[in-house]
């Protein structure tokens, strides 16, 4: 903050000045949160999209265990959810 407390300055301008500092810093801040969530989100997509294609590099390379695991995984739900 760049407000200083000048004795020629009235407390009307002290105060205006201290606001527009704030103003300002405030404005910073939220640039600088609005920059580091959209670097958050786009690594998220990069990272997001990288696992799909492996999943689907590896569905289309092993067809059968894919759905092998699947099944089973679908009967151990089936279990665990409709036990009595």
Not at 5 to 25: F, G, I, M, Q, Y
Not at 74 to 81: R, T
Request: aromatic share 4%; net charge positive.
């Amino acid at each position: 903050m760049t407000t200083s407390l000048d004795s020629s300055s009235t407390p009307r301008e002290t105060l205006s000045n201290a606001v527009a500092d704030v103003k300002t810093t405030v404005g910073d801040v939220a640039h600088s949160i609005t920059d580091a969530f959209n670097r958050s989100k786009t690594t998220a997509v990069e990272q997001l999209d990288a696992g799909r294609a492996a999943v689907t590099d590896y569905t289309r390379a092993n067809p059968l265990r894919t759905i092998g695991v699947a099944a089973l995984a679908g009967i151990a739900l089936g279990v665990l959810f409709f036990r009595r």
